[in-house]
């Protein structure tokens, strides 16, 4: 599992090579959303200290449909502004969509699900947010971080 210090090291670099392409505000939000978009795993926790179950993988930011959502909304916001004039939120936003989408590829690399589309919200909603069935079958460990103490996660 992809653990947050893991994301920290691995997201430095990208957060510096985006701040030529996209400023420092862009270079801020790629940092800031790569690391933090692990947050809505406390859905999952909520879920798992509610029920006592851990058979479901909501994380709802996890989603390749919302991650696209971002970067067309990224693409849309740099081409509507006036040349020469600055566009620090089209920045921010690209930033955020490429945070995001290196979380996902490295997730994918080191979470190792099933397949690709685990990390699909309208797979997971077709299939009742179910863990096994939407591709995380066969992983035993599957959040047993939830037991441990916040610490632990990190």
């Known amino acids: 599992m992809a653990r947050p210090r893991y994301h920290v090291l691995a997201t430095l670099p990208v957060a510096w090579w985006a701040r030529k392409r996209l400023g420092v505000a862009g270079a801020l939000a790629a940092g800031a959303m790569g690391i933090l978009i692990d947050g809505d795993h406390l859905v999952d926790f909520a879920w798992m200290r509610m029920t006592g179950r851990r058979d479901k993988f909501l994380a709802p930011l996890h989603a390749w449909e919302l991650l696209a959502l971002a970067g067309v909304y990224a693409a849309w916001l740099r081409r509507r502004r006036p040349a020469g004039t600055p566009d ?67």
């Open 88 to 154: 620090i939120w089209g920045e921010v936003v690209a930033g955020v969509a490429l945070g995001w989408w290196f979380h996902m590829v490295q997730d994918i690399a080191t979470n190792r699900p099933d397949h690709a589309g685990a990390y699909s919200i309208l797979n997971r909603l077709w299939r009742g947010f179910d863990r096994d069935s939407s591709g995380w079958a066969g992983h035993a460990t599957f959040h047993q971080w939830g037991g441990a103490p916040w610490w632990k996660w990190l």
